[in-house]
């Protein structure tokens, strides 16, 4: 199994290298798109701008392709969003023509429609297909083995039975198969959410909520407001703690592997399952905590081969690397190790 890490910034790209990442993952939003787009037609589902989350420049795309070049650690570019308008996708495959044209060749599509454009127009391209399509079944990856799909990115709600079956089932052989390993596991299907990640509004998967029976939801509107009054004030606390903390020049390392998504106990599953690709979120993350997570995870999968079963497997898991405690924010176990 391979990792592939996200970038926010082609800074990043050497760094995640040298952790230990088989492939690099980024975001491509040129300023014509902005101009006349903004954010409410993201072409990747990340719509801040306020913070390194993708690279905006064509020059700095060039760059990257240069430092592919030395360190032979591959880049794919992501378009994530789930639709487009119709007068969008000449522009989308022109953007991806010129990404072609310095060597870029790998693209992580989740509209069935652009990939259908791109083959009509003859844009031979590796696609792989985003996880935000949400490949469910067996089923599904027979459709989708009709657009000469060269990777399937599975989405976080699959379960590894749903993903061992879809690799067993699929005729088409020597196919590529990645899954979320690591950070920003999310509550929502991602092609089922229409919320915005943009920097005037929090994000919709991080607001606090009240979970009831649809007959007693009319009652639990004081308990969510509740709840929004907590977040907020803790927000209040977190950003004075962290204004002080750089006064006083005492900032701690609050770094927690796996803090918002884990499946390191499932790794040996996965592996049986037939993933070939393990993905760690981090486009917009700090570069240092991407840069342990990667080294951590690399840590994890030398630990694969001195372990026989799953049991033992977690076992070292625990002890080496989170020191008895599990955050509890596991991707696909049900146990807690």
């Known amino acids: ?155 976080r709600k699959n379960s590894i039975e749903d993903m061992k079956s879809c690799i067993n089932n699929n005729e088409m052989k020597n196919l590529e198969y990645e899954a979320f390993i ?31 029976k649809v007959s007693e939801y009319a009652n639990n509107f004081e308990e969510v407001d509740r709840r929004l009054e907590l977040y907020y004030k803790e927000l209040d606390n977190k950003y004075n703690e962290e204004i002080y903390m750089e006064n006083e020049d005492e900032m701690e390392d609050s770094y927690i592997f796996g803090k918002t998504g884990c499946a390191l106990c499932s790794l040996k599953e996965l592996e049986k399952a037939g993933i070939t690709h393990l993905k760690v979120v981090g486009r917009g993350n700090s570069i240092e905590n991407m840069e342990r997570d990667v080294r951590n995870l690399k840590k994890a999968m030398d630990m694969l081969d001195d372990t026989e079963d799953s049991e033992s497997y977690e076992k070292v898991v625990k002890d080496k690397l989170l020191h008895g405690k599990c955050n509890g924010e596991c991707y696909y176990s049900t146990r807690r190790i």
């Open 1 to 155: 199994m391979k990792i592939t890490a996200g970038l926010g910034c082609i800074d990043d790209y050497k760094v995640l290298v040298k952790a230990g990442a088989d492939e690099v993952f980024c975001g491509y939003v040129p300023y014509e798109w902005n101009k006349k787009y903004g954010t409410l037609f993201p072409l990747n589902r990340r719509e801040v701008l306020y913070y390194n989350v993708q690279i905006n420049t064509f020059e700095d795309m060039k760059i990257l392709r240069r430092m592919v070049d030395v360190y032979k650690v591959p880049v794919s570019i992501t378009f994530n969003y789930l639709y487009y308008l119709e007068e969008q996708y000449e522009m989308i495959a022109k953007i991806i023509k010129d990404l072609m044209n310095i060597g870029f060749y790998e693209f992580i599509i989740a509209d069935i429609a652009l990939i259908l454009y791109l083959k009509e127009n003859n844009i031979k391209c590796s696609i792989y297909l985003s996880g935000e399509c949400a490949e469910l079944n067996r089923l599904s990856i027979d459709f989708f083995n009709k657009l000469n799909i060269s990777r399937y990115i599975f989405h």
């Open 182 to 212: 690591l950070n920003e596991r999310c509550h929502y299907t991602g092609a089922f959410c229409n919320s915005l990640h943009c920097d005037e509004m929090i994000h919709l998967c991080k607001m606090p909520y009240h979970l009831s």
